[in-house]
């Protein structure tokens, strides 16, 4: 009887002791420290965007399709761009119902977006060029472009995410030391490296938000 | 949008000191050339800008996971005042040895701080230029 207590016992301590199945991504987003509200702008953004990044390369597509539904809107925002990304046509017709019914306005401007990266539902991206909110009527005028254009965009930014940002990297760049390299694209879809023009002369960067 | 349009009146003076303006965008290629090319956000408002097609002058650059802003430390994924934002508005200034020489937040906190601001980036700039 006392062995059978010490192996219950044990059993239960195992998940504490490691062996608990380690926690998806997306669950990971859900908990995060300084969820992405207002009130945490500066704070954990560094965990926000290694999540991001785990999300967009890693995360289950089941679970991601089902976190569509997840009650926490900015779990559904993700899900609904790591799917875009991702390229999964399966969730097209959920995303087309987020972007007509979700009361919260970054699901709907995050499916209109992915929408526009799968190229599919012309008209609920034209619903939302309507939608009361300016930033979802935005995005779907872009997303309606991105319907006619040739180009992969979900490609475009699936090869983006797949070069990995260490998170001792992040915010490395500091008055007085070396400029951090990085590589970006041109308008003209070019890669362009930063090193390549450093140390040649005068270089002013400026890191903008669209209306900024 | 207004950084950038701003910017592009002191043109001239960038050119004279032989340096290269960039603009990055946490965006797909697609925004990122609207963003250059097409002047549809400020044409939508009435101001200064408005009538123009194209405000951007600096050479745009797409970055869509958004791995340069978060080097830079720039990065925000977060809302703010309501809206979604990538990335936190951030002017760096980098001289001849490749050296992080002045890093600005703009503030908005005026509807004519932009002025102020590119003037900072050229007067560092010409600094850069010197070193």
């Not at chain 1, 977006?113 to 939302?128: C, T, V």
């Not at chain 1, 992969?152 to 951090?180: F, S």
């Not at chain 2, 101001?47 to 650059?61: I, M, N, Q």
């Not at chain 2, 992080?100 to 908005?108: A, D, K, N, Q, V």
Request: glycine share 6%; hydrophobic share 40%.
């Amino acid at each position: 009887m006392t062995r059978l207590i010490l192996i219950l016992t044990g059993l239960a301590l195992l998940p504490s002791a490691g062996w608990a199945q380690p926690t998806s991504p997306l669950e990971k987003y859900r908990k995060l420290r300084f969820p992405a509200r207002d009130e945490n702008f500066a704070k954990g953004w560094q965990e926000r965007v290694a999540l991001e990044y785990e999300i967009i390369n890693a995360a289950d597509l089941r679970a991601l399709r089902n976190a569509l539904k997840d009650a926490d809107p900015f779990v559904r925002a993700m899900a609904a761009r790591a799917l875009g990304i991702r390229g999964d046509r399966d969730s097209a017709d959920t995303l087309a119902e987020l972007v007509s019914g979700d009361k919260e306005y970054s699901v709907r401007l995050r499916a209109v977006e992915s929408l526009g990266y799968l190229r599919m539902k012309p008209e609920a991206i034209q619903r939302a060029i309507k939608d009361r909110n300016p930033g979802v009527s935005w995005v779907a005028k872009l997303a309606a472009d991105q319907l006619k254009s040739e180009t992969d965009h979900a490609r475009q930014l699936r090869e983006a995410y797949a070069t990995p940002i260490k998170r001792e990297a992040m915010g490395t760049a500091k008055v007085g030391q070396p400029a951090p390299d990085f590589t970006a694209l041109t308008c003209d879809g070019k890669p362009f490296k930063l090193s390549t023009v450093l140390g040649k002369k005068p270089i002013a960067i400026y890191f903008a938000a669209y209306d900024g | 949008m207004h950084q950038q349009a701003q910017l592009r009146l002191k043109k001239d003076e960038v050119e004279k000191l032989g340096a290269d303006v960039y603009v990055v965008l946490a965006m797909d290629l697609h925004r990122t050339r609207v963003f250059k090319e097409e002047n549809r956000l400020l044409s939508t408002f009435k101001g200064p800008f408005s009538r123009e097609k194209s405000l951007v002058y600096a050479t745009a650059l797409s970055d869509p996971a958004g791995y340069a802003s978060a080097l830079y430390g720039v990065a925000r994924k977060c809302l703010r005042w309501g809206a979604w934002v990538e990335n936190q508005p951030h002017w760096i200034v980098i001289d001849r040895k490749g050296t992080i020489t002045f890093m600005l937040e703009p503030r908005f906190d005026t509807p004519t701080a932009y002025e102020k601001d590119v003037d900072q980036v050229l007067e560092a700039l010409k600094k850069a230029a010197l070193r």
